[in-house]
């Protein structure tokens, strides 16, 4: 599997606060972003599928 790149700006203040979740977790800011936005993308997924479900089960 391979890698790209993504380049992103933001504040410092948003910068030093993820450094400072990253820190409590042991991860870098790098692995702490990655984390965060494959968990949010899963969640999504998830929630999309239960939709899903519900609807063909008629359940909504």
Sequence with gaps: MGSDVLSLRMDRGLLER???HAAK???SVQD???RTLARDDFDER???AVDETEKFYGLT
Excluded: H, Q, T
Aim: no cysteine; net charge positive.
């Design 25 to 27: 977790r042991g991860m």
């Design 46 to 48: 998830f929630k999309a």
């Design 18 to 20: 993820i450094r400072r």
């Design 32 to 34: 702490y972003v990655v």
